[in-house]
C-alpha cells in the first residue's frame, strides 16, 4: 500500500499544497519550523485519526480557518482510492471516500496504514503509561478498524460512569443526601463488557508483539538485550491474564514470512474468554466501589492499565541510558511495521527527524532495516541527516512551498 498523492487544505501551516508521491523513498528536506513534519503528520492522522504531537483537531486547522481538509490517492495492489477528512474542531469531523460516499470518520481506518517514528517515541519507554496504552491501541485498530468502535464506546461509558461517581463523591462531601447509585450496576456492566475485549485485544497483542521487539532490538542492538513486554492490569492478575492470552491465542496458520502467535487482525477472543474477563472486571469494579465513590473516579479497567518494558532483568524506564531507550522505542515501531506487513496490507513508513537523534551505529542499522518499506517517507533538517542508503525522491520544503528536486 501507499500513497500516491498527498491534498491539504488549511492545515497547519498551509492554505494549501499538492504533492504527488511514488513508492519507494521520498526525503521532505528542510529547516526547522518550516513544514516537513506536518506532510507526514497529515498522513499519519488518516491512518490513525489523531496526531503524534496533540491530543486535539483544533491546532491542526490553520489560523484563520474554520476547518482542514486532509485527501489522499491511495493505491493497493490493483486497487485505487480517495480518501478525505475534514476537520472541524468543537463538531463532528466528516469523512469521504472516492468524493461520492459520507461515511463516518472511522470508517476510513484500514484505507491507510502507517508506522511513525518520531522523536516523541522516546515516551514510549520514558514517558508516562498513557503514552503505552496510545501505542497499544493504535496498533490494535490499525490491525482490526472495528476496534475503534469498542473504544469509543469504552470512553463513552467511562465518561458517563465517571461523572456519576463525581455527582455522588460531592454529594457526600457537603454532607448532602446519599444519590441514588442504582444506576451505577448498568454503567458497570458496559464499562466490563468494552473493557474485556478491549483488554483481550491487548494481552493478545503483546503475546504477538513479544518475539518481534526482541528481534528487533537484537537488530539495532546486538548483544543488548533480551527484551521483555508485560501487561500491568488494574483490575487483574498476572495470571488471570496469562490464561487469557492462552485462551485468546490460535496458532493455525502462519504468515509467509515465518511463524506468527496469537489470531489474525480480525479475530476477535473467544467468547470464553472474553466472558472470563467481563467477570473479572465486574467483580474488581464491585472490590472498590467505595473508593470509587469517596474519590468519584473510576479506579480500575483498561484506562489504568500499563505495558512494562523490560530490559534484561530491570525495567528499561529508569534504568535504561538514553541509547538503549532509543532502540527500546525503536524496536517498537518496527515490530509493528513488521507485524502489520505479516498480516497483508504494508504500513507506509513515517521517519519524522528521527535520524538526527541517532549515532551513526543506530542510524545506519535503521535505514538498513526500513529501505525495503514499498513507500518510506522521511523529513530531515539537511541532506546529511539522511543515511545514503535511504536514496530516492527529495522535496525542498520551505516558506510555504513544497517543491522537487
Do not use: C
Not at 38 to 67: F, I, K, Q, T
Not at 201 to 207: E, G, K, N, S, T
Not at 325 to 336: D, I, K, N, P
Amino acid at each position: 500500500m501507499h500513497v500516491t498523492h498527498l491534498s491539504l487544505a488549511d492545515f497547519r501551516s498551509y492554505a494549501r499544497v499538492e504533492v504527488p508521491l511514488d513508492p519507494g523513498v521520498t526525503a521532505f528536506v528542510g529547516a526547522n519550523g518550516q513544514g516537513k513534519t506536518n506532510l507526514v503528520e497529515a498522513v499519519g492522522y488518516l491512518a490513525s485519526l489523531g496526531s503524534h504531537r496533540v491530543s486535539s483537531d483544533a491546532p491542526l486547522v490553520r489560523m484563520g480557518a474554520d476547518r482542514a481538509v486532509i485527501r489522499a490517492a491511495v493505491t493497493q495492489g490493483e486497487r485505487s482510492q480517495l480518501v478525505e477528512l475534514e476537520l472541524n474542531p468543537g463538531r463532528a469531523n466528516r469523512a469521504r471516500i472516492n468524493r461520492s460516499s459520507q461515511v463516518r470518520p472511522r470508517d476510513v481506518l484500514g484505507i491507510v496504514r502507517s508506522v511513525l517514528f518520531a522523536p516523541e517515541d522516546l515516551a514510549l519507554v520514558k514517558g508516562d503509561p498513557g503514552e503505552r496504552r496510545r501505542f497499544l491501541d493504535e496498533l490494535i485498530t490499525a490491525r482490526s478498524p472495528r476496534m475503534a468502535g469498542v473504544r469509543s464506546d469504552y470512553d463513552r461509558v467511562l465518561r458517563q460512569r465517571n461523572t456519576l461517581l463525581k455527582s455522588a463523591a460531592m454529594a457526600r462531601r457537603h454532607g448532602g443526601r446519599g444519590m441514588d447509585l442504582s444506576t451505577l450496576d448498568v454503567w458497570d456492566q458496559h464499562l466490563a463488557r468494552a473493557g474485556a475485549e478491549l483488554l483481550a485485544q491487548r494481552v493478545d497483542l503483546i503475546a504477538t508483539l513479544q518475539p518481534l521487539t526482541d528481534k528487533a532490538y537484537e537488530q539495532l542492538a546486538p548483544g543488548g538485550g533480551p527484551v521483555a513486554l508485560e501487561y500491568r492490569s488494574s483490575a487483574l492478575d498476572a495470571s488471570a491474564l496469562d490464561a487469557s492470552a492462552l485462551a485468546a491465542s490460535d496458532t493455525s496458520g502462519t504468515p509467509a514470512d515465518g511463524p506468527r502467535p496469537g489470531p489474525g487482525p480480525d479475530a476477535a477472543p473467544s467468547a470464553h474468554t472474553r466472558d472470563e474477563l467481563y467477570a473479572q472486571l465486574l467483580a474488581a469494579l464491585a472490590g472498590v466501589r467505595k473508593q470509587e465513590i469517596e474519590r468519584g473516579v473510576t479506579l480500575v479497567g483498561p484506562h489504568r492499565d500499563d505495558l512494562l518494558l523490560n530490559l534484561g532483568r530491570m525495567p528499561a524506564k529508569g534504568y535504561a541510558s538514553h541509547g538503549e531507550s532509543w532502540s527500546y522505542a525503536l524496536a517498537l515501531r518496527l515490530a509493528s511495521y513488521d507485524l502489520l506487513r505479516a498480516e497483508g496490507n504494508e504500513p507506509v513508513l513515517v521517519l519524522d527527524d528521527v535520524f538526527a537523534e541517532l549515532d551513526a551505529r543506530r542510524r545506519e542499522r535503521l535505514a538498513e532495516l526500513v529501505v525495503p518499506g514499498e513507500q518510506v517517507l522521511v523529513t530531515a533538517a539537511v541532506d546529511d541527516d539522511v543515511p545514503g542508503v535511504l536514496a530516492g525522491a527529495r522535496f525542498l520544503v520551505a516558506d510555504g512551498a513544497v517543491e522537487r528536486v
